[in-house]
């Protein structure tokens, strides 16, 4: 028989993470820690299983995997499928995820709290290694709950108290302050808010960690202690309507701060629609710097919060929960502004 012929099983034998370890001339521990991207993995060790594993044609059995502990699948859970920033999320996710042998499984909620559990409990029962939910909609007593069974770590979602599972954000106070500072910094005075009108007003909701900061910035600014902040409905239709009832109102602002990229793009579309001129009528910024408000015929002037970086920094720190890592972390990364064409430059803004 050919020496290359040894080299492989035949057709119809298993391939074992056994058999990689025999063929690599490793133990089962050293490939299993080159599947997982372990630390102090040296360069030589790894090239010999991953050569073994390619030649070999391995690939694990899931099913088998997770009854002996762990699967190396990782859930992801979305909000909605539809706002531009969260593909720059999952991008991070998926960087991180590359050089090791996890996978990724992404689930969307809808924003519906009953789906969301559906989904975590399902993840659940098909031993995934540990979560990642973006923005999830349940209380923290709950997402402390489910943690008990499984690592999780939570991206948007405020809750440096919670002890069970990590968090991952932006500073969503401070990007909210940087906006306003931006506006003031153009000549505005006459600023609105447009926020999400949610059913839950909790804390750890970026939504209200903006209007926090809104506030704030503008009271600093000295424009009133209770400033104008407009609640567009969750509803996709109802939104579209609100926004266009923004745009129709004699009293319309002159600047206003979108909650998220999302909503000001769709302000965007809306006002070309109508005939309001961004930025000589309305001067606009959102967040989250997506890779849509960077796109010549929107540029949209936005809060960068890095997607990408927020995916990988969460993956991290999962990959280290599912290691073993017992105390919680919280992370809080600072914003930045991107100033783009629907914000005036100084010196330029004329304020009704």
Not at 75 to 94: H, Y
Not at 190 to 216: C, N, P, T, W, Y
Not at 267 to 289: F, K, T
Request: proline content about 4%.
């Amino acid at each position: 028989m050919p020496i290359e012929d040894k080299q492989k099983p035949q057709r119809n034998d298993r391939v074992t993470i056994r058999t990689v370890a025999t063929h690599a001339g490793v133990s089962v521990a050293a490939v299993s820690k080159v599947m997982r991207n372990a630390y102090g993995v040296s360069d030589a060790l790894r090239a010999r299983v991953t050569d073994a594993i390619e030649v070999l044609a391995y690939r694990p059995s899931r099913a088998a995997r997770g009854l002996r502990g762990r699967s190396f699948t990782i859930g992801v859970l979305l909000i909605d499928i539809r706002n531009p920033f969260l593909p720059e999320v999952i991008a991070g996710v998926n960087g991180v995820l590359a050089p090791s042998h996890y996978q990724a499984m992404i689930g969307v909620s809808d924003a519906r709290v009953q789906l969301e559990t559906s989904l975590i409990e399902s993840m659940i029962d098909y031993k995934m290694d540990g979560l990642i939910l973006v923005a999830p909609r349940l209380p923290s007593e709950i997402l402390a709950k489910f943690a008990v069974q499984i690592p999780i770590v939570a991206v948007g979602y405020h809750d440096a108290g919670a002890t069970a599972f990590d968090t991952v954000n932006t500073d969503d106070q401070r990007g909210a302050e940087i906006a306003v500072e931006a506006l003031l910094a153009c000549g505005y005075r006459d600023i609105e808010m447009l926020s999400l009108g949610e059913r839950e007003g909790h804390a750890v909701s970026v939504v209200r960690q903006r209007e926090i900061g809104f506030r704030r910035a503008m009271q600093r600014g000295g424009l009133g202690s209770s400033p104008a902040i407009g609640k567009i409905p969750i509803a996709s239709p109802k939104r579209e309507e609100a926004m266009r009832k923004f745009l129709s109102r004699k009293d319309r602002p002159r600047a206003v701060f979108c909650w998220s990229d999302l909503d000001a793009i769709t302000l965007l579309s809306l006002a070309m629609e109508m005939g309001v001129r961004v930025p000589e009528d309305l001067a606009v910024i959102g967040y989250d710097n997506s890779s849509t408000a960077a796109l010549g015929l929107v540029n949209l002037a936005s809060i960068d919060q890095s997607g990408r970086e927020l995916g990988q920094v969460a993956t991290r720190a999962l990959i280290s929960r599912i290691e073993g890592r017992t105390s919680a972390e919280h992370i809080l990364q600072i914003p930045s502004l991107v100033s783009r064409n629907s914000l005036i430059r100084s010196g330029n803004a004329t304020d009704k």
